[in-house]
């Protein structure tokens, strides 16, 4: 008797509110809007689609069911993401150590300023979870026709999850810009969407 295939739906909600603050903070954003995660998060599935189906497609191509990390890079040069290849060995970011000290309070923005210090030193790692950030990318790779079962190899996810994250820190930097233009130090989703027209990603 089959087992029945597990299909995966909403992973995307695996991406925490903490992971996406933390490359806000990574390109420069002092804060976000409330309702500005799910924009990101949608944002976010979109870049992954046309990047899992194309590396899918040079598998495909050499009679593969696992992902490589060639794949992926050829992937990634198609839309002129050449900066990214050869980074398969990126590790988790280290996070802030917080110091509890209740007598002296700090004032409106200087813990986000001292994160932002933080998170910018930090080149060549991971903000996203890789358990959830995997989870996003079985759930969009289901859905190709010619691999029904298609398997990722550890380096190929790495390289995917270090592009997405890249992608979208030099987006917060785009819409960040575009805040301060407006005076406003939050970040609005009417600022990613200016930013990403400026872009030319949509029409």
Same mark, same amino acid.
């Given at each position: 008797?089959?087992?029945? +295939? ?14 996406? $603050? ?13 309702? %500005? ?29 696992? *992902? ?22 990126? +590790? ?12 002296? +309070?700090?004032?409106?923005?200087? *813990? ?8 910018? +030193?930090? /080149?060549?790692?991971?903000? %996203? ?12 790779? $289901? ?17 995917? $999850? ?6 979208? /820190? ?9 805040? %301060? ?23």
């Amino acid at each position: 008797m089959k087992k029945s +295939k597990k299909i995966l739906r909403d992973s995307i909600l695996g991406i925490t509110k903490p992971a996406i $603050q933390r490359l806000a903070r990574v390109g420069g954003v002092k804060a976000l809007s409330g309702i %500005i995660y799910e924009d990101i998060r949608g944002i976010m599935k979109i870049f992954l689609e046309k990047q899992v189906y194309n590396s899918l497609v040079y598998t495909d191509y050499c009679k593969r069911k696992t *992902v490589s990390v060639k794949d992926v890079e050829n992937a990634l040069s198609r839309h002129g993401n050449h900066e990214v290849v050869g980074k398969a060995t990126a +590790k988790a970011c280290k996070s802030p150590n917080r110091k509890t000290n209740k007598k002296n +309070k700090n004032r409106p923005g200087t *813990v986000a300023l001292r994160n932002i210090r933080f998170y910018q +030193k930090q /080149s060549n790692c991971l903000h %996203i979870p890789a358990a959830a950030f995997k989870r996003v990318v079985k759930e969009i790779a $289901q859905y190709y026709k010619n691999i029904t079962d298609a398997r990722f190899s550890k380096e190929a996810l790495t390289l995917l $999850q270090y592009s997405t994250e890249r992608y979208l /820190s030099r987006l917060f930097e785009d819409a960040n810009l575009q805040a %301060i233009h407006a005076g406003r130090t939050t970040l609005q989703n009417k600022d990613i969407g200016m930013a990403r027209r400026i872009r030319g990603e949509y029409r």
